[in-house]
């Protein structure tokens, strides 16, 4: 890819993020070029969240490893929630569209992302055992009150032995 298909793509993303927080119900009808169709920029839009969410975790588990008694879970929901709030169209349009069959194994991959960054599941562990801890995260994540990570953890270490 050169780098001026690199800017295409990141200014049809954006295209398509302008139009989304216009107008949330019609985002992807129109898709830009050089998007092939819908679900060619839905995957655009999947990888675009899972660099920012990628890079996020990494700094959050580099700041927890310099600091003694850090919590490894609170690191990551405090990374993904810093993700979500720094782009809410994008988190709003990948939630419209996560039942979206081609989402599916991006989906699954950001959950066993979430699973082993927090420290609640090994990469050793079977794919879709690490997939479930993380969804089950990703949601306790996504309904627990702002300032209670903590919360989240107990709530999963409750929830792991029954995975």
Same mark, same amino acid.
């Given at each position: 890819?050169?780098?001026? $298909?690199?800017?295409?793509?990141?200014?049809?993303?954006?295209?398509?993020? *302008?139009? /989304?927080?216009?107008?949330?119900?019609?985002?992807?009808?129109?898709? %830009? @070029?050089?998007?092939? =169709?819908?679900? *060619?920029?839905?995957?655009?839009?999947?990888?675009?969240?899972?660099?920012?969410?990628?890079?996020?975790?990494?700094?959050?588990?580099?700041?927890? =490893? $310099?600091? %003694?008694?850090? =919590?490894?879970?609170?690191?990551?929901?405090?990374?993904?929630?810093?993700?979500?709030? @720094?782009?809410?169209?994008?988190? $709003?349009l990948? $939630?419209?569209?996560?039942? !979206?069959?081609?989402?599916?194994?991006?989906? /699954?991959?950001?959950?066993?992302?979430? /699973?082993?960054?927090a #420290?609640?599941?090994?990469?050793?562990?079977?794919? !879709? !055992?690490? /997939?479930?801890? #993380?969804?089950?995260?990703?949601?306790?994540?996504?309904?627990?009150p702002?300032?209670?990570?903590?919360?989240?953890? #107990?709530?999963?270490?409750?929830?792991? %032995?029954?995975?």
């Amino acid at each position: 890819m050169s780098w001026n $298909d690199f800017r295409r793509r990141q200014q049809a993303i954006q295209t398509v993020l *302008d139009d /989304a927080s216009r107008n949330p119900s019609e985002a992807l009808t129109h898709v %830009p @070029a050089p998007f092939l =169709d819908a679900t *060619d920029a839905l995957r655009a839009l999947q990888y675009k969240w899972t660099q920012q969410l990628t890079g996020r975790i990494g700094v959050a588990l580099a700041e927890t =490893d $310099d600091t %003694p008694h850090a =919590d490894r879970v609170q690191a990551v929901t405090a990374a993904w929630r810093r993700t979500a709030e @720094a782009n809410p169209v994008l988190r $709003d349009l990948l $939630d419209r569209h996560e039942s !979206d069959p081609v989402l599916r194994s991006d989906m /699954a991959r950001e959950h066993r992302l979430l /699973a082993v960054a927090a #420290g609640l599941a090994e990469h050793t562990e079977p794919v !879709d !055992d690490v /997939a479930r801890v #993380g969804r089950a995260f990703r949601q306790l994540v996504r309904i627990t009150p702002e300032p209670s990570p903590q919360c989240i953890g #107990g709530r999963l270490r409750k929830l792991i %032995p029954s995975f």
